[in-house]
């Protein structure tokens, strides 16, 4: 069993602080993308095949930049190649403003079940600031083209720290986003992406950001709204009504096993993280051979596996399972960790709590300190 991110890497806009892999749509070749990710899908199944997968989701760039007609190859293609029942999650990313009933049937029609929107914020003049195309008001009519489509799993993502934006301001967006009363909520700090524009702009002294104490701030009042509101804060960014957690963020805070499929996409399966080409003419080419389009491969060994399963795992609220830990490695838990969790107990960094390790309050607050301590090199020169 295993889960599926598929890349889409076109957008008809691109945003001040955006590093992900993509491209201008206007130009690009769409059709043939899409075909060579259907190749893609088949290749990577013939050496790793798998008789169900877990979670599908599709993001970008912008999947609802494509056609009605693109996006009906593409999820038709996806759900020929890739073994899939109604209860398993199939999640696309989409755009305010770029939803209209016709993708959203194409959608319904090939077993999309969940939508995840990037809304950033409800501030007209943020939004510019950002280089988001869309509006406020966008935001609402596609709610309401959705609703009418009786299409209810959506989740939407916030970005805080933003420049010049201010505790008001973010209040703001937090109630507007709470009065939507959605199943699932991400909350982002901002953060000064390498090759952005707003990279570019913060070293020329242009960019004035928020300090990190009013970012501090704004996450704890982020958590005070949602959980008040009855979403559960259930790993770092992520906030849900019990039991509509994303089922793929999961698949990666728990460690497990995914397809990566796309141009720049990186994927987990066995024990190799790998990552494809980037650039769409150097992903395309070997594809045309009928060859996969991976640059880089990293064969994990089980150090490494057991360092990422606390580095990920710790980032979930109710934290790592000792006894799964114990399950999957050859090492005991409390042979490997013990000594260090003991210390960050008395720290008040972690606690131990119905067979789960998980971070304190404070220990959210210093995270990367926490992580740091379950390095094993770290582990083998303390003891």
């Known amino acids: 069993m295993t889960s599926a991110y598929i890349h889409i890497p076109f957008c008809e806009h691109i945003c001040f602080y955006c590093d992900f892999n993509k491209v201008f749509i206007e130009g690009q070749p769409v059709d043939e993308y899409i075909e060579a990710l259907l190749k893609e899908i088949e290749l990577t199944k013939e050496l790793h095949p798998s008789d169900k997968t877990e979670t599908i989701y599709i993001g970008g760039g912008t999947p609802t930049s494509l056609s009605a007609k693109q996006l009906d190859r593409l999820l038709g293609g996806v759900r020929q190649r890739l073994p899939f029942d109604s209860s398993d999650e199939f999640t696309v990313e989409a755009n305010p403003g770029d939803l209209t009933m016709d993708k959203i049937h194409v959608m319904q029609k090939y077993g999309v079940n969940r939508l995840s929107m990037g809304v950033q914020t409800f501030d007209d003049r943020l939004l510019k600031k950002i280089g988001r195309k869309h509006t406020a008001r966008d935001v609402f009519e596609t709610m309401a083209l959705l609703e009418k489509a009786d299409f209810k799993n959506v989740s939407i993502d916030l970005i805080y720290a933003l420049p010049n934006q201010t505790m008001e301001s973010f209040e703001d967006t937090l109630t507007k986003a709470i009065d939507l009363d959605l199943p699932h909520y991400s909350m982002y700090s901002l953060i000064l992406e390498n090759k952005t524009m707003f990279y570019n702009w913060a070293r020329q002294g242009r960019l004035h950001l928020p300090g990190i104490?009013?970012?501090?701030?704004?996450?704890?009042?982020?958590?005070?709204?949602?959980?008040?509101?009855?979403?559960?804060?259930?790993?770092?960014?992520?906030?849900?009504?019990?039991?509509?957690?994303?089922?793929?963020?999961?698949?990666?805070?728990?460690?497990?096993?995914?397809?990566?499929?796309?141009?720049?996409?990186?994927?987990?399966?066995?024990?190799?993280?790998?990552?494809?080409?980037?650039?769409?003419?150097?992903?395309?080419?070997?594809?045309?051979?009928?060859?996969?389009?991976?640059?880089?491969?990293?064969?994990?060994?089980?150090?490494?596996?057991?360092?990422?399963?606390?580095?990920?795992?710790?980032?979930?609220?109710?934290?790592?399972?000792?006894a799964h830990f114990d399950e999957k490695f050859p090492q005991k838990f409390d042979d490997v960790y013990g000594m260090v969790v003991q210390d960050l107990i008395k720290d008040g960094m972690v606690q131990v709590q119905n067979g789960h390790l998980s971070l304190s309050e404070k220990g959210l607050i210093l995270g990367n300190d926490v992580f740091e301590k379950f390095l094993l090199d770290k582990v083998d020169h303390a003891t």
């Open 213 to 322: 104490d009013v970012e501090g701030d704004m996450f704890e009042r982020a958590i005070e709204r949602m959980e008040k509101a009855g979403k559960i804060q259930y790993e770092v960014s992520n906030f849900s009504e019990p039991n509509q957690e994303s089922r793929h963020n999961l698949v990666y805070w728990n460690n497990e096993h995914y397809y990566g499929l796309g141009a720049g996409a990186s994927g987990y399966l066995g024990n190799i993280r790998y990552k494809n080409h980037g650039p769409i003419q150097h992903y395309l080419e070997p594809l045309r051979k009928n060859q996969l389009p991976i640059i880089t491969t990293e064969d994990l060994s089980v150090k490494h596996q057991m360092e990422e399963e606390l580095f990920l795992g710790l980032r979930k609220r109710n934290g790592v399972s000792i």
